[in-house]
């Protein structure tokens, strides 16, 4: 630029800055001012619901009412589509329709009018598979999370490690319940759950969740116990129930996604791509028996209501290749003081009375549960409704292994044949943000465990055609618990009738000796050996012209530490490992 030019705009600059710039600069302050305290703010999400192949749900929250316009496409910078809701609300709620199954959109919030936040990197949701399609998924399920504490980050963090090691983020992320500590109030569920430091703020942009409620989420709903800790139960019409987490989930209770209609928020059902999951509802317990649809207190085998009823037309109704049910409250623990026949844990007993019996009729694959704060899983397992000492792996344990493909095989779940659809796993995950240590996990149709003070973690569960991997990741990133189910026909690999149905161990637990015993009906040579938990062989046996009939061993713990041992049977073709647990 010409320097006279230049020093001439300077000093014209200078002028104009005293006589004219300095008013014009302080009405553009006093309007933006008076405009920044009117803009409106997001002071929640904005967060997920209800992902279907052709629909999502997004919400978010404001502080002032406006109606709400939500743009999207499948660029960053090519928003161009846009669905609203004329409704003037701080809570905003937009659905979307029309969309492409397994395609990933990027999305903005706002108003009609102005747009609050977008062509953000972080803002996308992942369509799901069409219903005829079987593409792999991946499902992050975390449990007792809502205390905002470290524990709840690590967690977090340790499943985004994993997702970009692996490169292959969740789908989806489940909750099974205690989702805010300890009432779960509007303003726990704000400062522990939707929080950005310590809780899924920031996750929940880009990824829905599909949940379960708690007993502490129901504390805001309507509370099971009084303020000194002694159950008085709900005496509420589960048709009224309202509170906070009620308020926040938005999931597909008219069969949008598959699934029959509940009508309800409190439980309901959806597909998602090779996957039905039904959402049960562990909390519903009143003295009331009109409004005891959980049954809890009530043993009678021929118990039912509302719930049961709708669970039972539902799993009847689904024809996807894989049953998953997640509730609350866990129907198998193997620490001390969950889940037996005592007055705290009546939750924990009505639904292993009443759920278990219906959805392993109708073949449910996996059961995901929290409520106690650790990690446990059972071994493939079947028709168990009583307490823990009732147990009989003659009839109840369908496969005791580990499960792991990489040492007996995975469990193996039949098509067709005398056990088509018969073996579940029950998981629970309810250490995603509290751990204990009240006592050791020693329960027989639980395969392992971990239960400490500072023990998190989550479970992380593929979906891959006729394949479901499930995996336990610990807090620091650990995978320390993995299994496989896989669906095969029953014709087309079975020789003879598995080892595993055949093995009875009684009783179990057991204080000085046990009785390991197996029929056969092919004529084998069979090979026994106990292990201690250090992997030291304790026994063995060998049997020949084993189809005279049941063959017994007495295993003699008398001179033995109390602990957890393992016993192997082996014959030419199969394997079979199982837990023993000898206390003093
Ligand atoms: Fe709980």
Same mark, same amino acid.
């Given at each position: 630029?010409?320097?006279?030019?230049?020093?001439?705009?300077?000093?014209?600059?200078?002028?104009?800055?005293?006589?004219?710039?300095?008013?014009?600069?302080?009405?553009?302050?006093?309007?933006?001012?008076?405009?920044?305290?009117?803009?409106?703010?997001?002071?929640?999400?904005?967060?997920?619901?209800?992902?279907?192949?052709?629909?999502?749900?997004?919400?978010?929250?404001?502080?002032?009412?406006?109606?709400?316009?939500?743009?999207?496409?499948?660029?960053?910078?090519?928003?161009?589509?846009?669905?609203?809701?004329?409704?003037?609300?701080?809570?905003?709620?937009?659905?979307?329709?029309?969309?492409?199954?397994?395609?990933?959109?990027?999305? !903005?919030?706002?108003?009609?009018?102005n747009t609050l936040r977008g062509n953000d990197a972080a803002l996308f949701f992942n369509t799901a598979p069409d219903a005829s399609s079987h593409s792999p998924i991946r499902f992050w399920t975390i449990g007792d999370f809502g205390h905002g504490n470290d524990g709840e980050r690590k967690v977090r963090d340790s499943y985004l490690q994993y997702s970009q090691n692996t490169g292959h983020p969740a789908d989806a992320q489940i909750w099974v319940g205690d989702n805010a500590y300890s009432d779960g109030t509007?303003?726990?569920?704000?400062?522990?759950?939707?929080?950005?430091?310590?809780?899924?703020?920031?996750?929940?942009?880009?990824?829905?969740?599909?949940?379960?409620?708690?007993?502490?989420?129901?504390?805001?709903? &309507?509370?099971?116990?009084?303020?000194?800790?002694?159950?008085?139960? &709900?005496?509420?019409?589960?048709?009224?129930?309202?509170?906070?987490?009620?308020n926040i989930i938005d999931p597909p209770t008219l069969g949008e996604l598959g699934g029959v209609a509940s009508g309800r928020k409190i439980f309901y059902s959806m597909d998602y791509g090779d996957v039905h999951i039904a959402s049960m509802n562990s909390e519903l317990g009143s003295y009331t028996s009109a409004y005891n649809w959980t049954g809890v207190l009530n043993t009678s085998q021929t118990f039912t209501s509302p719930m049961l009823d709708w669970l039972k037309a539902d799993l009847a109704a689904t024809t996807k290749k894989w049953k998953v049910v997640i509730w609350h409250q866990t129907p198998y623990s193997g620490q001390d003081n969950f889940t037996e026949e005592n007055s705290v844990q009546i939750f924990c007993t009505a639904t292993r009375h009443h759920f278990n019996p219906i959805l392993e009729q109708y073949g449910v694959d996996l059961v995901l549960v929290g409520h106690d704060h650790n990690y446990q899983r059972t071994f493939l397992i079947n028709g168990h409704y009583g307490g823990k000492p009732d147990f009989d792996s003659a009839t109840m344990m369908i496969n005791g292994t580990s499960g792991r493909e990489a040492e007996e095989g995975p469990y193996v779940k039949y098509?067709?044949?005398?056990? !088509?659809?018969?073996?579940?796993?029950?998981?629970?995950?309810?250490?995603?943000?509290?751990?204990?240590?009240?006592?050791?996990?020693?329960?027989?149709?639980?395969?392992?465990?971990?239960?400490?003070?500072? &023990?998190?973690?989550?479970?992380?569960?593929?979906?891959?055609?006729?394949?479901?991997?499930?995996?336990?990741?610990t807090a620091t990133g650990e995978i320390k618990d993995s299994f496989t189910i896989v669906k095969q026909q029953w014709n087309s690999i079975q020789k003879t009738e598995p080892l595993a149905n055949k093995v009875k161990v009684a009783p179990n637990p057991f204080t000085d000796q046990t009785e390991i015993s197996f029929a056969l009906n092919s004529n084998e040579e069979v090979h026994l050996d106990v292990y201690d938990i250090s992997g030291k062989k304790v026994a063995s046996n060998d049997y020949d012209n084993t189809k005279t009939g049941r063959q017994i061993y007495i295993f003699d713990g008398k001179n033995l530490s109390a602990g957890q041992y393992f016993y192997e049977l082996k014959t030419e073709e199969q394997s079979l490992r199982g837990k023993l647990m000898l206390v003093k």
């Amino acid at each position: 630029m010409n320097s006279k030019i230049h020093k001439l705009l300077l000093k014209t600059d200078r002028i104009m800055s005293k006589k004219i710039y300095a008013p014009l600069l302080a009405a553009f302050l006093f309007f933006s001012t008076l405009t920044s305290l009117n803009a409106q703010l997001i002071l929640r999400g904005p967060y997920l619901q209800s992902p279907g192949p052709n629909s999502i749900i997004i919400r978010w929250r404001t502080d002032t009412p406006t109606d709400s316009r939500v743009y999207y496409g499948t660029s960053i910078g090519s928003q161009t589509l846009f669905a609203d809701s004329a409704t003037a609300t701080t809570e905003h709620r937009v659905k979307i329709n029309g969309l492409t199954p397994l395609t990933k959109y990027y999305y !903005s919030v706002g108003t009609t009018t102005n747009t609050l936040r977008g062509n953000d990197a972080a803002l996308f949701f992942n369509t799901a598979p069409d219903a005829s399609s079987h593409s792999p998924i991946r499902f992050w399920t975390i449990g007792d999370f809502g205390h905002g504490n470290d524990g709840e980050r690590k967690v977090r963090d340790s499943y985004l490690q994993y997702s970009q090691n692996t490169g292959h983020p969740a789908d989806a992320q489940i909750w099974v319940g205690d989702n805010a500590y300890s009432d779960g109030t509007e303003a726990e569920f704000q400062s522990k759950v939707f929080d950005t430091i310590n809780g899924y703020g920031n996750v929940f942009l880009n990824l829905p969740f599909i949940s379960t409620s708690g007993n502490h989420d129901y504390n805001s709903i &309507c509370p099971w116990q009084n303020a000194q800790g002694i159950p008085v139960l &709900c005496g509420q019409d589960p048709n009224t129930h309202t509170g906070p987490y009620l308020n926040i989930i938005d999931p597909p209770t008219l069969g949008e996604l598959g699934g029959v209609a509940s009508g309800r928020k409190i439980f309901y059902s959806m597909d998602y791509g090779d996957v039905h999951i039904a959402s049960m509802n562990s909390e519903l317990g009143s003295y009331t028996s009109a409004y005891n649809w959980t049954g809890v207190l009530n043993t009678s085998q021929t118990f039912t209501s509302p719930m049961l009823d709708w669970l039972k037309a539902d799993l009847a109704a689904t024809t996807k290749k894989w049953k998953v049910v997640i509730w609350h409250q866990t129907p198998y623990s193997g620490q001390d003081n969950f889940t037996e026949e005592n007055s705290v844990q009546i939750f924990c007993t009505a639904t292993r009375h009443h759920f278990n019996p219906i959805l392993e009729q109708y073949g449910v694959d996996l059961v995901l549960v929290g409520h106690d704060h650790n990690y446990q899983r059972t071994f493939l397992i079947n028709g168990h409704y009583g307490g823990k000492p009732d147990f009989d792996s003659a009839t109840m344990m369908i496969n005791g292994t580990s499960g792991r493909e990489a040492e007996e095989g995975p469990y193996v779940k039949y098509t067709n044949g005398p056990l !088509s659809g018969v073996g579940t796993v029950y998981v629970i995950a309810g250490n995603s943000s509290e751990g204990n240590t009240y006592s050791p996990i020693m329960h027989p149709a639980i395969y392992w465990g971990e239960a400490c003070d500072t &023990c998190y973690g989550s479970f992380i569960w593929d979906v891959n055609g006729d394949r479901l991997d499930g995996r336990y990741l610990t807090a620091t990133g650990e995978i320390k618990d993995s299994f496989t189910i896989v669906k095969q026909q029953w014709n087309s690999i079975q020789k003879t009738e598995p080892l595993a149905n055949k093995v009875k161990v009684a009783p179990n637990p057991f204080t000085d000796q046990t009785e390991i015993s197996f029929a056969l009906n092919s004529n084998e040579e069979v090979h026994l050996d106990v292990y201690d938990i250090s992997g030291k062989k304790v026994a063995s046996n060998d049997y020949d012209n084993t189809k005279t009939g049941r063959q017994i061993y007495i295993f003699d713990g008398k001179n033995l530490s109390a602990g957890q041992y393992f016993y192997e049977l082996k014959t030419e073709e199969q394997s079979l490992r199982g837990k023993l647990m000898l206390v003093k």
